[in-house]
């Protein structure tokens, strides 16, 4: 049996998941088209615990969790809401931040909508995806506010996540993107993510920073030396304005979102919505 269908206007949305138990029931037929069977002893025969969101079989009376294993799951909040968040999350372009989440919703608390905006992106991520191929531009970046007294680039002792990133070039603009925050600015800890973003093969565009020439072995690295390759480039490959890792004392815009997807990305490398006619923001301004 098919999945249920899913509503085609916010309208409709709005009607189909007013009610717990109107969520509950779509949960369930998404997880058990075919109807649910328990377990442990296969009976189709259960009913449902709906304070407890559990199915209990009447033959065994084994309990399952309607919920175990979905995004809601362990959580105390009303699964309209979870459901209104998915809906908000998924259909609006280009994302949606944790602040827009907490006043579409009207949570009370920012960290409410942060954590159900975390759960929604990791449960977004394909683990099965591929990886990027064809040419690929991969740098990376500081995130995390202005440090006094720095001159910028590419420093040891910065407090700052290391944003890796890298993109598919596609003409004028970009296609597919991962990003995942690394520890450090190694060639080891570059190449891995490396090798977990980019297919062998591919041909890799870096600058001329020297951990990237671990890059060889795997690709057609092809990096652009600009100066001195142990000191900060002046600007990336491809791009028509400085790298932000390349300002004096600039970060990369944060806007309420930023701190979210560091996390999400910190646990696997993230699929980030991209549109092909749209260029990557590869160097975005300094807004420090
Ligand atoms: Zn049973």
Redesign the pocket.
């Known amino acids: 049996m098919a999945r249920p269908v899913f509503p085609r206007s916010l309208a409709e949305f709005q009607a189909r998941f007013a009610s717990d138990e109107a969520c509950r029931h779509y949960l369930m037929a998404c997880r058990w088209p075919d109807g649910f069977r ?1 377990p ?4 189709a025969h259960s009913y449902l615990l709906a304070a407890r969101d559990l199915l209990q ?1 009447r ?4 309990q399952t969790s309607v919920t175990a294993g979905t995004v809601p799951d362990r959580t105390r909040l009303p699964l309209p809401l979870w459901f209104a968040a998915a809906y908000l999350v998924t259909t609006h372009t280009p994302g949606f931040s944790a602040l827009q989440l907490q006043r579409q919703l009207g949570l009370g608390r920012y960290e409410t909508a942060w954590t159900m905006l975390q759960k929604l992106r990791r449960a977004m991520v394909r683990p099965e995806r591929d990886r990027l191929s064809g040419t690929v531009e991969l740098d990376e970046t500081y995130v995390g506010g202005v440090e006094e007294g720095r001159r910028g680039g590419r420093q040891r002792d910065s407090k700052k996540s290391i944003l890796a990133g890298a993109v598919e070039v596609r003409g004028h603009g970009s296609g597919r993107i991962r990003l995942a925050v690394v520890a450090n600015l190694s060639a080891a800890t570059l190449a891995r993510f490396a090798k977990e973003a980019i297919a062998p093969g591919s041909i890799v565009l870096t600058d001329g920073w020297h951990s990237y020439r671990a890059l060889s072995g795997s690709y057609e690295h092809r990096p652009t030396v600009i100066g001195d390759p142990k000191t900060p480039p002046s600007s990336c490959p491809g791009s028509t304005e400085p790298s932000p890792t390349s300002r004096p004392g600039c970060s990369a815009p944060i806007t309420a979102s930023a701190p979210s997807t560091c996390l999400t990305m910190s646990t696997s490398s993230c699929s980030v919505s991209t549109d092909a006619a749209r260029p990557w923001p590869r160097s975005n301004p300094c807004s420090a």
Do not use: I, S, W
């Open positions: 328990c442990t002893c296969g009976d079989c033959a065994c009376r084994r």
